[in-house]
C-alpha cells in the first residue's frame, strides 16, 4: 500500500488498477471497474507555478508534459495522446537537452500555470451571502447570532458581504444604507424571477433599465452604486452587519400549536442566487446558508404545515408516498444548474433535531462544490468548529479556491464513463465520451463552482480495445496516458491550471493476472465501490446493494484467489487483495448501505462527504479505526472486533463523523473514585488524557468536525462503538472473556461471512 500512497504525495491520485487491464473483456472480468480518486487541489509544497501559458497539442488540447517525445534539433514535440507533431514556439528556442522547460521534468508529472489575464490588475475579492433561518427558537437564535458574529470577524477586509434572512417572508438586508435598518420583502409562498427582483429592489431607480441583452453585475447593465446597496466590502459594512445580526429577532409570525413553522427555504435560497446571478455573476461568490428546520411553503417545501403529517422516512421514498420530494428536488435541480450557470456555491449548515431537507439540497450543494455540516444544535461543537474552520487561515484552513473547470484527456483506448463527485457536467461531447454513463457522464468537461485541498473527484473509465486475434503476443510498449486539467481561481485571486499527467502500462492475455494483483490498490478499490454503490441506490429503483456488492467480492475472489476447485479449505488471496473482503464486510454494514435507523437526511449527508474525501478519509467511514491504550502498553491499532473490549483498556474509535474514547469498566471504576487526581497514579492520569490529546489532534484536522463521545462500558453511548464492531460474540455465542463484552445482533461475523466467501468463490 505504501507505493501507492507515495504517487498519491506526487500527483493526489489513486487508482483502483495501477497495471490496467489491456482490453474490453480483460477489464470486465475485473470486477472492479478502471478508476481514479484524484484531488485537483491537493497542496504540493514543491510544485513549481511556472509563470506562463501551458503548451497545448493543436489537435487534442493536451499540455506539454514529461510523457511528449521531444525533437531538440528540429524543435518538435510529439503529444503521448494523439502522436500529433508540434512545433514548439520561439519562446522554448533555447530548448535542449540540458536545457529543459520545468513541465519536461520527469519529477513535475503535476505542475501549475499562473494563468490570471494581464489585463486585470485587481483580483475580484470573495463574496458572501448568508441566508439565515428565523423560525427557530430563541435559544438557537442567540447561539445562530453568536457563531455568526464570530464568523464575520475571520473574513478578510476586502470580501464582500450579503445578508437575506427567511421566515414566512424573505428579507433582503440593504447593508448599504446606514442611517436605519431597511430590507425588501418578498412573500415567502411564490418564486420570484430575475427580472421582478430587479425592478422590486429599484436597481433602475436612478439608471434606465437596458432595453436589450442580459443584465449581470456593473459590466452590463447595472451601477456599482446599485450593487453596492446589498454586496458591501466587510471593512465597510461590518458595523452594520453586526447590527441587524444583534436586533435579529426569531420570525414574528405566532405558530399554532398543531402545526409546524412557516419557512421558505426554497424562496430564499432562489432569490439569494438570483441577487448574486445579477450583481456578481462569474466571479467566486457563495450563499452560506443556516437553516433550522424543514421547509414548509413555496417551492422546495418537503412537508406540509400540519404536524400531524411525519417528514418522510426511507420507507416513504421507497414506497414513493413523500408527496412532496420530487418536486423539491427539481426545484432544487433548476437552481444548482443556475448556480452552475453563475459559477456560485451554495453551503449548506443544517441544524435542527428534525430534518431539514438536506436529502432534497443534496443535488445544489453536490453540484456547486458546496459544504455541508449536518448538527442537532446551531449550539453543538460540530457546527460552532466546522463553521470556524470555514473562514480560519493558517494550518488547518480549508483553502477555498472557486470557479474551477475541469477536463480529462486520454489515450485512444480508454473511454469516460463519468464522474461521481462534487462537480455538475458542461456537456462537452466528443471521443472520449463513454455509451455508459456513472455520474457526471456524456462529457470530458465539468465545473468546480467550489473546491478546496480535500474535494476529491472518483473518475470512472471504459476501456475499448476489443480482443485482438494475436492475443498470445505481448506488446511491450503498452502504455495508456491520462491527464487531468484544472483551470481554477485560487485563493489568492489568481486564475491557476494545474496539470496531472499520468501514464500507467496495461496488460492483456493468459499471464497478466499477477501483474494486475501486483497494481491492485485495495483502498482505492473499496472507496471506488462504496461511490460505486450509493450512487446506484440513489438511481435505480429495485438495486439490492447487498448482493450487488456480495456479487462483486465473490466474482473478484474467483478470479484472483489461489484454490482447488471445489475445496474452500484451499482459498487464499495475495496480499495485495487480502485485506479488501474485510472493507467490503464493513461496507455491507455502513452508513452508506444500511440506512435503517438513518433519516434520508443523514444518510444524504453521509453519502455527500463520502462523495467528496479522499481515499484515506473514505476508508475511515467505511472500516473505522481502533486505538487501544493500557498500562502494559504503549497506544496500539486494535482489531475493529467485539474481543477488543477488556476492563482495564480505553480504546479510541475513529469513525470519521464520531470519535468515540470508550473506558474499559475498571478504568471507569478508577476515574469515578478519582484515582487520576492524586499524585502517586500519575501514570493513571496520563493515561486518560492521551486519547483526548489523539481525539483533540484529529478533530483539529478534519471537516466537517466530527462529534466526540466519552463513553463508558455498559454506558448508554457505548452504543456508538458497538454499532461499528465485528460481532465474534454475540448473546448467543459461548461466555465471553472476563471483562469483555457481547454485542444483542444476528448480523454475521466477519469469519463467518469469509467461511461463505470462500465456499462460494472455489465453486
Known sequence: MAEFVELELQDGVRMAWNVIPGTKQEASNCVVPVSAIYTPNKPFPKMPVLPYSALRCRTCRSVLNPFSIVDFAAKIWICPFCFQRNHFPPSYSSISDDNLPAELFPQYTTIEYDQTPSSSSSHAPPVFMFVVDTCVIEEEMLFLKSALSQAIDLLPDNSLLGLLTLGSFVHVHELGFGQIPKTYAFKGSKD???????????????????????????????????????????????????????????????VPADLRATRCTGTALSIAASLLGVCVPGSGARILAFIGGPSTEGPGAIVSKNLSEP????????????????????????????????????????????????????????????????????????????????????????????????????????KVQGIIGPCASLEKKGPLCSDTVVGQGNTTAWKMCGLDKATSLCLIFEIVKKESPD????????????????????????????????????????????DLIAGFDQEAAVVVMARQVSFKMETEAEFDPIRWLDKALINLCSRFGDYQKDSPSSFSLSPRLSIFPQFMFHLRRSQFVQVFNNSPDETAYFRMILNRENVANSVVMIQPSLISYSFHSGPEPALLDVASIAADKILLLDSYFTIVIFHGVTIA??????????????????????????????????????????CD?????????????????????????????VIFTDDVSFEVFLDHLQRLAVQ
Open 713 to 741: 462500558q455498559h454506558g448508554s453511548q457505548a452504543r456508538f462503538l458497538l454499532a461499528k464492531l465485528n460481532p465474534s460474540a454475540t448473546y448467543n455465542s459461548d461466555a465471553p472473556l472476563s471483562g469483555g463484552d
Open 311 to 414: 417528514i418522510r422516512s426511507h420507507k416513504d421514498l421507497d414506497k414513493d408516498s413523500a408527496p412532496l420530494y420530487h418536486k423539491a428536488v427539481k426545484f432544487y435541480e433548476g437552481l444548482s444548474k443556475q448556480l452552475v450557470h453563475q459559477g456560485h456555491v451554495l453551503d449548506l449548515f443544517a441544524c435542527a433535531l428534525d430534518q431539514v431537507g438536506v436529502a432534497e439540497l443534496k443535488i445544489a450543494v453536490e453540484r456547486t462544490g458546496g459544504l455541508v455540516v449536518l448538527a442537532e444544535s446551531f449550539g453543538h461543537s460540530v457546527f460552532k468548529e466546522s463553521l470556524r474552520r470555514v473562514f480560519q487561515t493558517g494550518d488547518c484552513d480549508l483553502d477555498l479556491s472557486s470557479n474551477g473547470i475541469f477536463e480529462i484527456n486520454c489515450s485512444k483506448d480508454i
Open 192 to 254: 420570484v424571477s430575475k427580472d421582478q427582483l430587479l425592478e422590486q429592489m429599484s436597481f433602475f431607480a436612478k439608471k434606465p433599465k437596458p432595453a436589450t441583452g442580459v443584465i449581470a453585475g456593473a459590466r452590463d447593465g447595472l451601477s456599482t452604486e446599485s450593487i453596492s446597496r446589498f454586496l458591501l466590502p466587510k471593512s465597510h459594512c461590518e458595523f452594520a452587519f453586526n447590527s441587524v445580526l444583534e436586533e435579529l429577532q426569531k420570525d414574528p409570525w405566532a
Open 471 to 514: 492475443a498470445t503476443i505481448q506488446s511491450t510498449s503498452n502504455q495508456f496516458y491520462f491527464q487531468f486539467l484544472t483551470y481554477y481561481q485560487h485563493n489568492s485571486g489568481q486564475m491557476r491550471l494545474r496539470v496531472t499527467t499520468l501514464s500507467r502500462r496495461c496488460v492483456a492475455g493468459p499471464g497478466s493476472i499477477q
Open 669 to 710: 471504576q478508577w476515574r469515578k473514585a478519582g484515582y487520576h487526581n492524586q499524585p502517586e497514579h500519575q501514570a493513571f492520569a496520563q493515561l486518560l488524557q492521551t486519547p483526548h490529546d489523539e481525539a483533540n489532534a484529529i478533530m483539529k484536522e478534519r471537516f466537517p468536525v466530527p462529534r466526540l463521545v466519552i
